[in-house]
């Protein structure tokens, strides 16, 4: 029901924009999250937005390169991504909560998407 896309093979210093479609159910009211998972690293939360978009939270390994936006007419979160290092290399996952409390714990969340591979080289 969440489907991502967007991501790519770029070199550091690059942008890529990630986008998460839901199908099959309105995410309009839920809150949404990122998390990317590395090679031998646990899942790790990225960015999160309330179901409005009023609301945004970044991890600070990403904060002021990474933003997260929403379009809930067109049932899509996005992820813009800039001056991208090679530490950002990982599988990127989009996910739903339907009442969230601690945005960076992954067991909140009740739907995923299917990952997204990002790769930025030196």
């Known amino acids: 029901q969440l489907q991502a896309s967007g991501g790519g093979l770029v070199q550091a210093g690059g942008s890529l924009r990630l986008s998460c479609a839901a199908s099959?159910?309105?995410?309009?009211?839920?809150?949404m999250g990122w998390f990317r998972q590395a090679p031998g690293k646990e899942r790790e939360f990225v960015a999160g937005?309330?179901?409005?978009?009023?609301?945004?939270y970044y991890a600070d390994s990403v904060k002021g390169r990474f933003t997260i936006s929403r379009d809930n007419a067109k049932n899509t979160v996005y992820l813009q991504m800039n001056s991208l290092k090679p530490e950002d290399t990982a599988v990127y996952y989009c996910?739903?909560?339907?009442?969230?409390?601690?945005?960076?714990?992954?067991?909140?969340?009740?739907?995923w998407g299917q990952g997204t591979q990002v790769t930025v080289s030196s």
């Open positions: 996910a739903a909560s339907s009442y969230i409390r601690i945005w960076y714990n992954p067991l909140e969340y009740g739907y």
């Open positions: 937005i309330s179901w409005s978009g009023s609301s945004t």
């Open positions: 099959g159910r309105t995410f309009s009211s839920y809150a």
